[in-house]
């Protein structure tokens, strides 16, 4: 008896494992392609001051960047298949200004002012980056501020003590880069 409820045993083993796949492997193959050629929703480190950073994705960037009103643009690289979300900025341009009389006490206030301003403008996020040039030319240095319009760089940079002093003047430009790239 024991024989045969192990041969029977056995016999219904084979009997289904011999059962074909229920999906044909064309099809099969057919999905896995489909699925390999959507685009990748890349990650991205995003650091908040004070706060850890959180991994987003693209995507999700780009919508909270859209909703502020900054401009955006993605691409893929070809070579990495990550999704490359870019965002305009504004790089201003703090250059020699007209009024450059000041007597030596006076320039060291308003320069005592002017990095007070930069970073005012760092800690409340509107500008990412800012620092001089290393001679001595027109062009005396560089803010990138973080901003949705160039009216609101242009308002930003207007109210550096510098510039209200006419020891600086701004040209602004729009400026494009990735997001999440560091500086190297």
Not at 6 to 35: G, H, M, N, Q, Y
Request: glycine share 6%.
């Amino acid at each position: 008896m024991k024989k045969t409820i192990t041969f029977i045993l056995f016999i219904f083993v084979i009997i289904s494992c011999k059962d074909e796949a229920k999906t044909p492997v064309k099809e099969v193959d057919e999905r896995a392609v489909e699925i390999v050629e959507q685009p990748i929703d890349s990650l991205i480190e995003v650091e908040v001051l004070d706060e850890i950073p959180v991994k987003k994705t693209t995507m999700q960037i780009k919508q909270e960047l859209t909703a502020k009103g900054y401009k955006t643009f993605d691409y893929v690289d070809e070579k990495t298949q990550d999704t490359i979300l870019m965002q305009q900025y504004f790089m201003a341009f703090l250059k020699r200004g007209p009024i450059r009389g000041q007597n030596e006490e006076e320039a060291a206030d308003l320069q005592k002012e002017h990095l007070a301003h930069l970073s005012k403008m760092y800690e409340l996020g509107y500008a990412d980056i800012s620092g001089p040039f290393g001679d001595d030319g027109d062009i005396r240095g560089i803010t990138i501020y973080n901003v949705p319009t160039l009216k609101m760089a242009d308002s930003l940079a207007k109210s550096d003590p510098m510039v209200q002093a006419g020891r600086l003047e701004i040209e602004i430009h729009p400026w494009w880069a990735a997001k999440g790239f560091p500086l190297r």
